[in-house]
């Protein structure tokens, strides 16, 4: 097997499954966001309610991170990242039954809102350990020699959910209604769970089984912050998603300022994930890891730059091009900063890596969905866009002045040696 196949990762028959059940929860999982989002603005009319969707996920994310991770490190994969999925199994079926129109009839609106709420505040829980355990399993399933072509794979699998799941949420709203639309996810998940059989276990690397858990909660903070790379590529992309966090203003674009409808909803949710997929599709030919540093500063900047024009855009093609670019830059980001993870991180401390990266990044898109609402409420929504825009644009010009050595980072070196 050629390391240079761009398929060599496709090459594994658990592999396939993985994606399929990777592809199964990101279609579910962005789908449903998106429904949820759909549903409290129509209910409420209020951007800050868009921004406390993402606060009830991210507190319970970033506050089990660690621990989730120290967890992660210590068990066997295949079998919690199973209690993972039936979890988001369980609060799929209570978001079904929440949309029940009975239900919606019965109780008051502020009492519908809290149980959404509620519900979302368990899938934070649930995330926690999700990111870390699908982190961890890719590196068993695969040999280290095709990292990086794992990475690409799996980030472009989870870019064409994201690219589905929103898209699909859009038209089912409109067709089927936000209650079966919760049923349609709800299937994606027992989808999920039951593909994830075909899977075999696989064996804990981890040494330092019952180690205390402030001690491997420490090692792990240490690696990640002695590790420039994974530190440098890690903030910087937490700065950018922070205050770009637009998307999770679409609702008010679509309903308010666009006036589309949930059919062009569901477009413009979708067209970032279309440019990212289109850009992972092409790294699988093209790689990234070369002049890796450059690269990714110049795809915030370009991430940037596209959240501006969105704001300021008043016509749907001109948003929908911006947003899909912004995708496409983003894609560049992620690849980068996922080939960063894989390549420095080492087996046994997978779970905990994985884990701050949740925090640094996965946690910044909830949180920077918080600041949008916050700063919408305040300034305006499309003066907040503009706002976020212009302070990812700041943050690439500090690092790249402040980070030199980050600036110069080259991954060439370290692919070479994991294909020897």
Avoid at 96 to 121: C, D, N, R
Wanted: proline share 4%; glycine share 10%; charged share 15%.
């Amino acid at each position: 097997m050629s390391v240079n196949d761009p398929y060599a990762a496709l090459r594994f028959k658990e592999f396939n499954i993985f994606l399929l059940v990777r592809f199964a929860m990101v279609f579910a999982w962005s789908m449903q966001f998106i429904v949820i989002e759909w549903q409290v603005y129509t209910i409420t009319k209020d951007p800050l309610s868009l921004g406390i969707i993402g606060l009830m996920e991210v507190i319970p994310a970033v506050g089990m991170a660690l621990f989730a991770g120290h967890i992660v490190d210590q068990k066997e994969k295949r079998n919690l990242l199973m209690k993972c999925i039936f979890g988001f199994s369980v609060i799929s079926f209570g978001l079904f039954m929440l949309s029940l129109p009975s239900v919606l009839e019965t109780y008051e609106t502020k009492t519908i809102l809290y149980g959404i709420y509620a519900l979302v505040f368990c899938g934070g829980l649930v995330r926690a350990f999700l990111g870390p355990t699908i982190f961890s399993l890719i590196a068993l399933i695969v040999p280290k020699k095709i990292y990086p072509n794992a990475a690409t794979w799996s980030s472009t699998t989870w870019q064409m959910a994201s690219v589905l799941g929103p898209a699909l949420a859009g038209f089912s709203i409109s067709i089927i209604g936000v209650h079966w639309s919760m049923c349609v996810i709800f299937g994606f998940s027992l989808l999920a769970l039951t593909a994830l059989f075909n899977i075999s276990k696989k064996p804990i690397l981890n040494p330092k089984i019952g180690e205390p858990v402030l001690q491997s909660l420490k090692e792990g903070l240490t690696f990640v912050f002695k590790t420039r790379a994974v530190l440098g590529a890690l903030t910087l992309d937490m700065i950018a998603v922070l205050f770009g966090g637009a998307v999770a203003l679409l609702p008010i674009f679509a309903q308010d300022i666009l006036h589309v409808g949930s059919e062009g909803f569901g477009v413009l949710r979708a067209a970032p994930a279309v440019g990212a997929a289109i850009t992972m599709l092409g790294s699988t030919r093209f790689p990234l890891h070369k002049n890796a540093g450059k690269k990714l500063l110049l795809a915030v900047f370009g991430f940037g730059v596209c959240m501006i024009v969105f704001g300021l855009s008043t016509y749907f093609w001109l948003s929908v091009i911006a947003l899909f670019l912004s995708g496409a830059v983003d894609g560049v980001s992620m690849i980068i900063r996922q080939t960063i993870l894989q390549l420095k991180t080492p087996d046994n401390m997978r779970g905990r890596v994985a884990s701050v990266n949740s925090m640094f990044v996965g946690s910044s898109n909830e949180l920077g969905a918080f600041e949008s609402g916050v700063t919408a409420k305040l300034m305006g929504t499309v003066t907040a866009v503009v706002f976020g825009g212009s302070m990812t644009l700041l943050t690439v010009g500090l690092t790249a002045i402040v980070s030199p050595k980050f600036r110069k980072l080259d991954l060439q070196k370290d692919v070479e040696d994991h294909e020897n």
